[in-house]
């Protein structure tokens, strides 16, 4: 069943693992079917070397599994609110790769500082607040309340963000995570996030009074590529 999906979800898997953005099983990669309402995630503590797609565990948007003999990650009901909160959102990616993982700890956002975060994310990402000891201690469990951190993070009255527009999000203490349509994208999405959270870092080391990059600028440079009138590549608006 989903074969195709199951597939795609492994090789990106098999992509975090070589671009260095996780390490032993600090990681995990979802995707969703929207026609089905079946997800499609990498199996509890199972590392990447000795992983196989057919170890990839099928379960619904209430977390029952539906095919695979494995537990799904622990991660699962993260990766789940995602899906209900973003109904745009077609892939979820986390890891606790090393300088958006600095970030994350600190509880602070990584700011548009040039032009290569605007080519992918139209904005800082944002950080979360620090989950609760009763949301930690109460009802439910904890995994779930970290999706939830990122859903009220972007869609509550206070700030609204367009998850779309910004692919990715950090948890305090907890560490990134990216999305995008398919598996491909939110793998992509992630590791851009990683390079652009070591600039960051960099940037804030040598100039602690570093600002974010004019609006303009941001604004040229986040729609070349996915606004209505986007130029930029062969397809625009197509996989970049």
């Known amino acids: 069943m989903l074969e ?34 079946l997800v499609a995630i990498k199996p509890s503590g199972v590392g990447y070397d000795d992983m196989k797609v057919s170890d990839i565990v099928l379960v619904d948007l209430n977390g029952r599994a539906v095919e695979g003999e494995m537990r799904p990650s622990a991660d699962t009901p993260a990766h789940l609110e995602l899906y209900k909160g973003f109904p745009a959102v077609g892939a979820v990616v986390h890891t606790h790769s090393r300088w958006a993982m600095a970030f994350a700890q600190a509880g602070r956002e990584i700011p548009p500082y040039g032009t290569p975060h605007a080519d992918y994310f ?8 620090e989950i609760t000891d009763a949301e930690i201690r109460g009802e439910g469990d904890c995994e779930k309340t970290i999706g939830r951190l990122i859903v009220e993070r972007f869609l509550g009255v206070r700030a609204k963000v367009d998850p779309i527009d910004v692919p990715a999000a950090l948890v305090r203490h907890v560490g990134p995570f990216a999305w995008g349509k398919d598996p491909r994208e939110a793998l992509r999405n992630a590791a851009v996030l990683e390079e652009i959270a070591m600039t960051a870092w960099h940037t804030q080391a040598l100039s602690p009074a570093a600002t974010p990059m004019p609006r303009t600028l941001l604004d040229r440079h986040y729609l070349r590529r996915h606004g209505v009138d986007a130029y930029y590549g062969q397809n625009p608006g197509e996989e970049l």
Do not use: Q
């Not at 099983?25 to 079917?33: A, K, P, Y």
């Not at 139209?122 to 607040?129: A, L």
């Open 4 to 37: 195709k999906l199951k597939e795609e979800v492994f090789a990106a898997h098999m992509e975090l693992s070589a671009r260095g953005l996780v390490v032993f099983t600090w990681g995990n990669v979802s995707g969703i079917d929207r026609r089905s309402g």
């Open 122 to 129: 139209y904005g800082p990402i944002p950080c979360t607040r």
